[in-house]
């Protein structure tokens, strides 16, 4: 199964505050039809996941954009330029091109 | 709009089967994959398995010989069941919808103890 390694654990980020989160990949995510199937999701506490970024950098719909994804191949990087109050939790990458899906361990964000 | 809702029992006894099912509204099942998913306690999520648009399915090989997953498209909804029930199978079980997972329930915590 393919690993994906999150850093940091942990951020800590006043508001207005911009931090990015890495997501590395045990191998390519580059599928065979030349996508990159590598989401985002933020799971805000006591709630369900929520997608805010699909195939490394689009914006799922509704989503601010200070939220930003890049990477390709095996790093990917998820970007928030501003953090505001609301998006404070975890936020995980996965992977969609190799079977079976996989997520990262997540990322806690709290305000310092 | 798009929706999924989870059901299913809160308790299950060890050994014994665990049934959930995902009501969905907003979208046909004959044109969006669904999937299950699970989160243990403060922990990372767990990709289960997923119904294809074309009623095929799909495993995680963690679960493969005790998963299955149906669904009823006349009524909206996929089903999962699970065998052979242990206490580390207690965790919260959402259904997800699309390649994405871009629409999530809201999640039925199973509770496996005697």
């Known amino acids: 199964d393919v690993v994906l390694t999150q850093t940091p654990p942990t951020l800590s980020a006043t508001i207005g505050q911009s931090v990015s989160i890495s997501c590395r990949s045990s191998q390519s995510l580059l599928d065979s039809d030349g996508d990159t199937y590598l989401n985002w999701l933020l799971q805000r506490p006591g709630q369900s996941p929520q997608l805010l970024i699909y195939s490394v950098s689009n914006l799922e719909s509704g989503v601010p954009n200070r939220f930003s994804g890049s990477g390709s191949e095996t790093d990917f990087t998820l970007k928030i330029s501003g953090v505001e109050a609301e998006d404070l939790g975890v936020y995980y990458c996965m992977q969609a091109t190799h079977a079976p899906y996989t997520f990262g361990a997540g990322t806690k964000l709290e305000l310092k | 709009q798009v929706q999924l809702k989870e059901s299913g029992p809160g308790l299950v006894q060890p050994s014994q089967t665990l049934s959930l099912t995902c009501t969905v509204s907003g979208f046909s099942l004959t044109s969006y994959s669904v999937h299950w998913v699970r989160q243990h306690s403060g922990k990372s999520l767990e990709w289960m398995g997923r119904?294809?648009?074309?009623?095929?399915?799909s495993y995680n090989s963690a679960f493969t010989s005790r998963l299955s997953i149906s669904r009823d498209t006349s009524k909206s909804q996929v089903f999962l069941k699970m065998n052979s029930l242990q206490t580390e199978d207690t965790g919260t079980y959402y259904c997800?919808?699309?390649?994405?997972?871009?629409?999530w329930g809201q999640g039925t915590l199973v509770t496996v103890s005697s």
């Open positions: 997800t919808m699309g390649i994405s997972l871009a629409y």
């Open positions: 119904m294809w648009s074309d009623g095929d399915t």
